[in-house]
């Protein structure tokens, strides 16, 4: 068992989304409680069943209700653990902190969430075992990490409780002191930073505040500050550089509680460890500067210590608080020292890559005293960053990808400043150099990631750059040799040529290398052309192809030399994707801004892939380019091929090489299918079939009952005569809201069947459905071979008013046993006493016949006016007696192709009899559920 | 000052890159929530975040040349901060995402942005960012030791043990300490009941004698390149390890480290956060300075509050006049062999008594060794033909003159070809020393025993000790173009 719940946890946390949706978050819940409270469960297992609730608590707690219950739950189990369980203990103060924060019972102040604040606050004045073995400290130091938390998700919620907070803190001995102290900090904080939003709070507040003796007053305005602190600019960090602003609490000179509170902290910081001691100092931070009548100088005495440290976080929180108090505490000799140390830092041996990193961002980020511009997250160099002083972090051949750019970017902005002239042109002529030599280590096949390197660096150059031209054109020369010898890095030179693009876009940088690239392509022989490089050639000739400005005409002779049958084998090779990599410049080339002066040998070019390349597809297409470009102006083949430029012009590159086929017109030319069903096929309303016989000029049928038999008989020596039942649909929209489908256009409706009963369905055309106009009516002709209830699939194509084509399944569509039946065909100038003749002799016959035929009785109760109503509901088009001859009712349903059901209705003393006979017996399990569905209808309706 | 989320990365089996182990802070997840507002992006699943990482690092797909998402050459100055680019219905760019790796572990945590999100903002105002970095830095050293080579056989075994090791260091996503190396620390014994304050950082008390340690490591680090329009580079950093075993809460020791008359002045120190006050002339003289004349050159005192275990109490940089062994290296092409020429010359300062001391010669690019002629003036050579490597042993002393050479020519007409490289083409090459001086500073930097001061009630024993060493020396072939590898020479 505790291996299945090793693996389902970890399932969860794997994938908690798939986890859940194979069973619920409610049953899940319900089965960590249940084995948390049972006893023969491991406590190891017991603290792996709590770490969802700690990962995920709002997937397994799916309301703040079942939040709440939980948490009691859980708080319960706590109560009745062992106190020597403290590891199983302290995993349950967390998860209970996870599921009451997560699920806002701590903002709304719930039951669970003031126990479990009491139980807390419990725990954490429990110093009980102190003299004793210490058993329970772990258990104390989360408490405390606990009530932190909850603090620092719901600020100002332990206000009230700092006196007794900081005496915990200075009474502590143990190493424990550190939690209460981080406890105590930002419960302080967060009850200044709520008093600064007191109007009128002052001093005395202030004191009150860390006396503990708080007011009635105090209080109230405790809840409105509540309230208010529902923004979340008290979670921020107040040190917001020099554009933040920080709330301010005025007090006056006068605050020697508060100072005294400070420096002691202050002092014992550095009891704690670097990491605590750095949270620490961020508070205290935010502390002076929300109260100004504490001097930043408070600071100065730990500052020396901070700025020889070898911690990460200790300097990173001496650099936010240059950047809070700027020079009230730190000097211009501070700021050139504290600078310096930063380069030495950036590429100190012992420091490792991120930290180096890190220290280079702050380089760029550097909280100066008097900055020029006002730092809005844009990387600036500080002033005092000296070409001297930058010279430290040239990037080298030696440094990693991630450090040789961020110095190639950080030296690059240092001389773009010094400008061309001295310092800045030695250093520039610097980088480039580096730049060649990262290019001639590519030239030499190093691995993958330096290869993306040199790209970046070289793009960081022509970014700043770009406008020094002995170097931009200079390093065009050399990526074009560099091309030559690796075309397998064409998609990083299109990228390149596409970013310097977008980037830099009043340089023509772009234009020109990709204009070179054409010419060393073209120029080049072609005798050693392998057909990898063509394939990345054609790429890089497509790419040229896009640029209005640059001359196609190389393109096309090229194009041209290596399809000519005699002087390549491509052709008659016939490469499907080297063709495809052909047609896609040829295509480019067709909405050219030169494409007058490219007509001719352009359509040469197609000309010969019609003639003469050796794969279908790619003769076709050519040939509906040629086509295309033989017989449309200029503006209509822009018109036809732009929609797919657009979509496919700079992006296709990223597509894969099927989307770079067909281009513009695959998506047009694919059939997609709905995500669910767009409409169905309902039953339509049945037309009155007004009078039938009766109303039809009445002639007589054959005298004699064996003539009309016979000429009955005659009717189906046509094999087609009476084979056939039409039925009604209406076609309408499935009350979906899919604004996409609310006009459809030529549906084709195609059916198939379910079983062997019917003949194959013809397909049904609808030219259009709209939502706002009357459903359509499609008339399905069923040709049973078997007269038999059945159900049909049904799908549909159609068209959308943007042109594409969909495929959508329809619902299937029914047939009653009941929508078989058709009035006996006889011709219509019968009379009733042909169709009675009929009658009698079919059921003479079939009460003589044995074989198929069969006799069956139908009882039911009904009452005579219920009847009348039965027969001139269902029955009535199929009535053979009179209708006002109610003592028996003859009754006859033909079912094509050839079955008869005949009834007799009449009521007897006990029941109404409904004396059955039929020349198929297959169907009397049918007729006599259709009846007793339609008898048990009345019944209702009339009980 | 909080962390969102914690990953643990690393190949599984030797196969696939795969999560070992994740945490999510759903509390701060919650705050983030609050904090970013409408640009909050949730941490995705698992597999998804791994794979949207190794994207980011350039892992993925490593069969492919080019992929458009990895391979873009668009530089975004976010480094040591990823961008991940999370799609779906919860679109959005997930930042910072820290990761720090080493051999076969790649670690990663995305700490709290507790400022307004909009626009980004700088990772230098995020506290949480050098937070989750020494996290991060420091769960990488309890997984792998901190030795030079990582001990990945334990490494499922600690992995096990992370749980537990989180359940102290970062319970609820805010980092307290980092992890102690080693197994967890076993709740100590009731302490103190004085009225002084136990350091958090210090795990328990010493009982016994005292002994405190004090090592001194010098690294050199050299490029010679024999050319007179390029300038031979060398540095010197040092570090002062310290094992303290001392009775007491907080018990004060003071190291005293001392430079010889006319020594160069100590720079970049860097001290240990148990060192109590700094004296402000200690930490002005920097290697990025123009050299004063005039700085303080010690005595440079370190008073400090020892941990139990032992810690690097601090480290600095120092000019020193010469390099130890000046070289020169000269390669000449002929006919299908190379000839070599190799002078080493150990300066008359250093002492000549090695604990040892090699030369590598590498040769890349090339096909593998044929016919191997050297000859030595002393010492040994080993041929690694497979390598197309020599190891020239020179041993625990250079002779009297204090120069040796090696000369003689190799052919390199082996079946197969030998190691590339993408730098060392055609004549650039280069010797790499290997060597290790006992008991000799090159800054002249020592810690005098006597100096050293412990304030407790037993006499301690105190043990000094010095070495050098090399790392990174390196002598061009001056024939070649060689690379260059700092810009301290152009200005």
């Known amino acids: 068992m505790a291996a299945n719940w090793a693996e389902r946890i970890s399932a969860f946390s794997r994938r908690p989304s798939g986890f859940l949706s194979g069973t619920t978050a409610e049953a899940f819940l319900a089965e960590l409680l249940r084995e948390l409270r049972d006893d023969r469960a491991t406590y190891s297992v017991k603290i792996l069943l709590l770490s969802p609730l700690c990962e995920h608590p709002t997937l397994v707690c799916c309301s703040d209700s079942v939040g709440e219950e939980t948490a009691l739950e859980l708080m319960s189990v706590f109560a009745q653990c062992p106190p020597k369980s403290v590891q199983f203990r302290c995993h349950l103060l967390l998860a209970l902190t996870s599921v009451l924060i997560c699920t806002s019972c701590v903002k709304s102040h719930s039951r669970a969430s003031l126990d479990f604040l ?185 500052l020396l210590r901070l700025l020889g440290t070898s911690e990460v976080s200790l300097l990173h929180v001496t650099l936010l608080l240059k950047c809070a108090f700027t020079d009230s505490l730190f000097s211009s000799e501070d700021e050139a020292f504290i600078l310096k140390r930063l380069v030495v830092l950036s590429q100190h041996l012992l420091l490792s890559t991120p930290e180096k990193l890190f220290y280079m961002d702050c380089i760029l980020h550097f909280p100066e005293n008097r900055p020029i511009s006002c730092g809005d997250g844009d990387e600036t160099l500080p002033v005092l960053l000296t070409p001297q002083l930058a010279s430290a972090l040239v990037p080298t051949v030696f440094n990693d990808s991630a450090t040789l750019l961020a110095r190639f970017n950080m030296l690059s902005l240092v001389y773009l400043e010094e400008g061309e002239e001295g310092q800045g042109g030695q250093g520039l002529a610097y980088l480039y150099e580096h730049l060649n030599s990262l290019l001639s280590m590519v030239e030499n096949g190093c691995g993958r990631e330096l290869v993306v390197t040199f790209f970046r660096a070289a793009f960081l150059f022509l970014y700043y750059f770009c406008h020094v031209e002995r ?88 194009l041209s030399s290596i399809i000519t049958p005699s002087s390549s084998s491509l052709c008659t090779g016939g490469d499907w994707c080297l063709g495809n990599e052909i047609l896609r410049v040829c295509r480019h080339l067709l909405v050219h801004p030169s494409l007058d002066s490219l007509l001719t040998p352009l359509a040469d070019v197609l000309q010969l892939l019609v003639c003469h390349y050796a794969d279908m597809e790619i003769q076709d297409h050519a040939r509906l380019y040629y086509t295309l470009l033989t017989t449309l102006s200029r503006e209509k083949l822009a018109g036809v091929l732009a929609q797919g430029m657009e979509e496919g012009g700079r992006q296709d590159k990223k597509q894969s090489l099927s989307c770079l086929i067909g281009e513009g017109l695959t998506s047009t030319l694919t059939i997609q299918q709905t995500e669910r069903a767009v409409f169905r096929l309902i039953e339509a309303p049945p037309e009155p079939r007004a009078g039938d016989i009766n109303s039809n000029e009445v002639q007589k049928g054959p005298e004699e009952a064996s003539a009309s038999m016979e000429a009955y008989r005659d009717q189906f020596s046509d094999s087609s005569f009476a084979s056939e039942i039409t039925l009604q649909y209406q076609l309408v929209h499935i009350n979906s809201h899919d604004s996409h489908f609310d006009q459809l256009f030529s549906i084709r409706l195609h059916f198939s069947l379910t079983d062997h009963h019917y003949e194959e369905l013809g397909d049904i055309s609808v030219p259009c459905l709209l939502r706002e106009r009357p459903s359509a009516i499609v008339q399905l002709t069923l040709k049973p071979r078997k007269p038999y209830p059945t159900s049909l699939h049904a799908s549909a194509i159609f068209t959308s008013p943007d042109g594409h084509t969909w495929h959508t399944t329809l619902p299937d569509i029914h047939v009653a046993f009941q929508q078989t039946f058709l009035p006996l065909p006889v011709p219509s100038n019968w009379g009733p006493g042909g169709t009675l003749s009929v009658f009698e002799g079919l059921w003479d016959e079939i009460c003589s016949e044995s074989g198929d035929s069969a006799m069956s009785l139908f009882c039911c109760q009904l009452k005579e006016a219920a009847l009348n109503t039965l027969v001139e509901k269902h029955f009535l088009p199929f009535l053979i007696s009179d209708a006002s001859h109610k003592e028996e009712f003859k009754v006859l349903f033909f079912l094509p192709p050839r079955s008869h059901i005949l009834l007799k209705v009449s009521s007897e003393e006990d029941a109404v009899h409904f004396n059955i006979a039929t020349d198929n017996w297959e169907l009397l399990s049918h007729i006599n559920s259709y009846l007793l569905k339609i008898t048990s209808l009345q019944e209702d309706t009339l009980s | 000052m909080t962390v969102r989320g914690l990953w643990i990365i690393s190949h599984e089996n030797g196969g696939n890159l795969s999560i070992r182990f994740s945490r999510r802070f759903s509390t701060v997840e919650h705050r983030a929530k609050s904090l970013a507002g409408s640009s909050y992006v949730a941490v995705p699943e698992e597999s998804t975040f791994l794979q949207l990482l190794l994207t980011e690092l350039g892992l993925s797909d490593s069969g492919k040349n080019y992929v458009a998402l990895r391979d873009d050459c668009l530089y975004r100055p976010r480094s040591p901060a990823l961008e991940l ?100 620390a076993t709740p100590t014994a009731p302490t103190s009941v004085g009225t002084q304050k136990q350091p958090a950082w210090k795990t328990g008390l010493h009982r016994g004698r005292a002994v405190v340690n004090v090592g001194l490591i010098e690294t050199v680090r050299s490029m010679q390149y024999g050319n007179r329009s390029r300038q031979d580079l060398w540095d010197v950093y040092g570090t002062v390890t310290c094992k303290c075993e001392v009775e007491g809460v907080l018990p004060n020791v003071t190291v005293t480290l001392s430079l010889p008359p006319n020594g160069s002045p100590l720079q970049d120190i860097l001290v240990h956060p148990c060192v109590t006050s700094l004296d402000s002339s200690i930490l002005t003289a920097s290697s990025v300075d123009n050299y004063d004349g005039s700085a303080f050159s010690g005595p440079y005192k370190f008073p400090f509050s020892p941990p139990l275990e032992p810690f690097r109490l601090c480290s600095y940089t120092s000019e020193v006049p010469v390099p130890p062994i000046l070289g020169s290296y000269q390669l000449k092409e002929e006919e299908n062999q190379l000839r070599v020429s190799v002078t080493l010359k150990l300066h008359e300062s250093i002492k000549n008594s090695f604990e040892f001391c090699n030369a590598h010669l590498p040769f890349f690019n090339r096909d593998q060794m044929g016919v191997v002629d050297m000859k030595v003036s002393s010492g040994q050579l080993d041929v690694s033909k497979e390598k197309n490597l020599l190891v020239w042993v020179l041993g625990q002393k250079f002779p009297k003159s204090r120069e040796v050479t090696m000369e003689g020519k190799i052919n390199f007409s082996g079946p197969t070809p030998g190691p590339s490289d993408p730098l060392c083409t055609k004549l650039t090459a280069y010797v790499k020393l290997h060597f290790k001086v006992p008991d000799m500073t090159l800054s002249g930097c020592y810690v005098d025993q006597h100096s050293v001061q412990v304030y407790s009630s037993a006499k301690p024993r105190i043990v000094t000790s010095r070495e050098l060493q090399s790392k990174e020396y390196y002598i061009w072939n001056s024939t070649g173009t060689a690379p260059v590898s700092s810009g301290q020479m152009m200005m």
């Open chain 1, 118 to 302: 009491d139980v807390l606050l419990q725990i954490a004045q429990d110093t009980s075992d102190i003299h004793t073995d210490g058993s329970q400290r772990p258990l104390r130091a989360i408490a405390c990490e606990c009530l932190r938390e909850l603090e620092a998700c719901c600020p100002s919620l332990l206000s009230q409780r700092l006196e007794l907070l900081g005496g915990l803190w200075q009474q502590e001995t143990s190493r424990l002191h550190q939690a209460y102290a981080e406890l105590y900090t930002l419960v302080l904080r967060n009850a200044i930073y709520q008093l600064t939003q007191e109007t009128g709070a002052g001093a005395e507040h202030l004191k009150a505040l860390l006396g503990g003796n708080t007011s009635a007053a105090w209080e109230a305005d405790q809840e409105s500050g509540l309230a208010s602190s529902k923004d979340s600019a008290i979670l921020s960090s107040l040190i917001l550089g020099p554009m933040g602003t920080v709330p301010t609490l005025h007090t006056g000179p006068d605050c020697k509680e508060l100072r005294s509170v400070l420096s002691t902290l202050l002092d014992e910081s550095y009891l704690l460890t670097p990491l605590c001691q750095a949270t620490l100092l961020h508070r205290l931070t935010e502390v002076v500067a929300m109260v100004p009548g504490v001097p930043p100088a408070i600071f100065r005495t730990h």
């Open chain 1, 471 to 558: 170097y931009s054109n200079d390093l065009t020369k050399q990526l074009c040799q560099l091309y030559l010898n690796h075309t397998k890095l064409a998609p990083h030179f299109i990228n390149l040529a596409d970013q310097t693009q977008d980037r830099l876009s009043e340089s023509s940088w772009s234009v020109g290398l990709l204009k070179a690239l054409q010419r060393v392509i073209t120029e080049a022989p072609l005798t050693q052309l392998t057909s990898h490089d063509l394939s990345r050639h054609l790429k890089m000739l497509a790419r040229v192809a896009e640029e209005g400005e640059i001359i196609q005409q190389s393109t096309l002779t090229f």
């Open chain 2, 85 to 184: 680019h999370v799609d779906g219905p919860a679109k959005g760019i997930l930042w910072p995402v820290l990761t720090v790796s080493q051999g076969p572990l790649i670690l990663a945590c995305l700490p709290l942005v507790d400022v307004p999100p909009d626009p980004r903002p700088p990772l230098a105002s995020l506290l949480s960012v050098s937070q989750g970095l020494t996290l991060l830095a420091g769960l990488q050293t309890f997984l792998l030791g901190s030795g030079s080579k990582p001990d990945s056989e334990g490494l499922g075994s600690r992995l096990a043990m992370v749980p537990s090791v989180l359940l102290q260091v970062c319970p609820l996503g805010t980092p307290l300490d980092v992890p102690l190396p080693g197994t967890p």
